[in-house]
Every structure is written in C-alpha cells, then in structure tokens.
C-alpha cells in the first residue's frame, strides 16, 4: 500500500473499518498544539452540557471516528460510479484530536472551542468541527470574526434562536441568537428544515425580523428546486448541520428528533448546491447522540454526509 508523506506510519492503522486507534476517516492524528498543514482539519467537540432533553452528543466525536473507518479517505480517494473517476483524490486530511471541555464552566469551554477554531483555521484550509451539542456553534462562529459579511447556512429541524431557555443564554436553543448579538460580521442565516410543533414564536419574529431566510421541511419536500434557488451564492459561508434535520428513520440517534425530516438526498443536494455556489470557510456537524443510535446508523450517515461534503469542496 502506498504512503504518502502526509500519512506517517505512527498514525496508520489498519485496512479494516474497525481497526484503530479510530480517527476520523482513518486519517492521521495531528495535535494542535504540533506545527502541521492540511487541505481538511476535522476537530471533535465533544461538549452536550447545552442540551435540554436526551443527552449524548458529547460521545459524537468518537462514533463519529469509528463509522467513519467505513469511508477512510485513501490517497487516490473514493470512485465514483457516477463519473467513473475518482473523488478527494490527493486531498490531505488530519485529525486534530478533541476540544477538552470545561464541562459546567461554560465561559470557559467556549473560549476553548474559539481558540481551538482559530487554530485550526491557520493549519487548513477547511476546517471541520464534529460537536456535540449545537450549543458549540456560537463559540465555533466567534472564531471566525475576521472574516467579512459572513453566511450561514444552518440545517436544522429546530431555528435554535430562543434568547433564553430554562434560565440559560447558552443552550443548543440558542447559539444564533447569541452569534447574531456578538457577531458584527454575521451578515445573513439561512435556516433550511424547519418544523415540529415546538417553535419558539419570538425566536420566530426575531429571525425574521433580523432579515433571516427561514425554510421549512415542508418547502423542501414539495420544490426542492426553489430551495436550492434560494440559497446564498457567491458568498463566504459557514454551514451548520444539526443531524435532526435529518427524518429520524436515517438518523435516531439524536436529542430531539423530529418525524417529516429530510431524505438523505434532499440534504447531500442542499449541501452540494451551498458549497458549489459558496467558498466555504467552516463545516459543522452536531448533534449525533450515540447512546441513542443503537444500530449506529446515525454516526455512520453523519461520517458518509461529511465524506460527501469534502467530495463537493474538493471539487
Ligand atoms: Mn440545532
Ligand atoms: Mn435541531
């Protein structure tokens, strides 16, 4: 088997998806605090202390990394019967290893999670975040305060935009809210697959009043092509994916599912059509709850979902 120079043998494993030590897509483990470059830098959060319901996702990081031995990204990458080449070829992929949570010290595990972020941005070029909770989003998008009229793009059942929620600023309700406050350069969210029954309504009118695009699942479902129109285009983007926005039958293995999700499909398109049209500064994928994904499909559809995602950034 080849070896390439950004793929050392201390970090090698071996050829089986279940073979470890287990990094995220069997790439090489890289601390941060280690001088190194990379295409693609993927950083666990493993941080659930914002959650309101089923706790789990601080244990999202490490399934994430076992499922995705499924897919590991091998130096001429995946084929893809589709085009008959190959996907991700010579892309160079490191995992940074974990934020290490303060866990009820919530200041200060977000200002890990920022300095962290910042970090990584330096070391790659796309920097990927696997949370936990969607609570980390607010510290993650802090890091990119630099960064002119900033886009996002939230995938998400829920619109996580309550100003507050059992007596806290700073729960996975709530992480836009703050980022839309504290974040100047925080120039527009587009929020894709809303829905359920539990939509905080001044959350509601404060998205909207704030000039937030707000889609609902059911928009989706029914023109999928006026969606993807109406996505931002040309625009320095960072895309937020909350696995609920998934429909649970892809992905229960989460804190607060919700029926009439998206297919698979609906959001690899989404997710195409952003990056295609977008440059993409920053990923996250959150909410994976393993204890409640007892076949694991959730972790291996969140791994699949961010290989697909590198395959479009990649080109
Ligand atoms: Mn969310
Ligand atoms: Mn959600």
Redesign the pocket.
Known sequence: MPNPTHRPDRTRQGELPFTGPATFFKAPYLPLDESWEADVGILGIPYDFGVGFRPGARFAPNAVREASGRYPIGPEGYFDPTTEDFRLAGVRVVDAGDVDPAQLEYAESFRRITEAARTLRRRVRLPVFVGGD?SVTYPLLKAYDDVPELHVLQL?A?L?FSDHRNSTRYS?SSPFRRAAEDLPNLAHVTVVGLRGLRTNPEAYRAARARGHRLILARQVHEDLPWVLRTLPQGRPLYVSV?V?VLDPSVAPGTGSPEVEGLRYGEVAKLLEAAVRDNRLVGLDL??VAPNLDPTGLTALTAARLLAEVLCYWWG
């Open positions: 969607h998400d829920h996580d996975n909350d609920d959150v909410e």
